[in-house]
């Protein structure tokens, strides 16, 4: 890890449209981008692979310790397979909150995060990018939008993708994921003072992609 690479850190709940956001704002500055919640869904869908029960700590923490993942461009890879999909359903999104709960799973996979800090820069989105992967990120946004807005976002996309969805059960299913991810004793979900609020209710993917960047470019300003 290169402490002197630039990182963009992108935190927020689910389905706050944050990967989206953090990956166009790489695409314009030519930065990697570091998805950090498909790690935590890779090893909830191992889990389910080896048949180990996402509250079996040590179990899982071997699992992340030995992840073997693959990203390759808009493609993710689990021992070869590709999962890219598969990784998307809710019931994955539930799997990589109970195994993202668990601190030594956590632990196993802080050092490969940092290692996607590379030159020229890193935009990396999830819950913890500010507060514990990249504490000294150059600049840290919270993105938020409230719970129905975005389970109509999850809604639209996973009907895009050709999956079945419900509204009422997308609602109920985020708003338990915000309780579990903000309860947890470990890294939880919460805004930290040191980050910029960008609430995208009411805001288009691109409108927040320029505050994204125009917050960037003063970071960077020389004065
Ligand atoms: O962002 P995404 O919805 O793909 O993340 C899936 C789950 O992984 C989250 O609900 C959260 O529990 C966990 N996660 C985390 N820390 C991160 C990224 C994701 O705990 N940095």
Redesign the pocket.
Known sequence: MDRHVPVIAI?GP??SG??TVAQKVAQHLHFHYL???????LVGEAARYAHVSTSDEPQVARLAETLNARFDNDNIYLNQKNVTDAIRSEAA?KA??EV??LPLV?QALLLRQRGFRTKPGLVA?????GSV?FPDAMLKIYLTADPAARAARRYKQLIGKGMSANMAALLQDIKA?DD??SGRAI?P?HKSSDAILLDTTNLSIDDAVEQVLARYAAATQVP
């Open positions: 935190d689910s389905a944050k990967g998805d950090s919640g498909a790690l935590y869904r999104g990589a909150s993202a709960a956590r989105d999830g819950r913890d990018m992967v994921r579990r991810d890294a979900l």
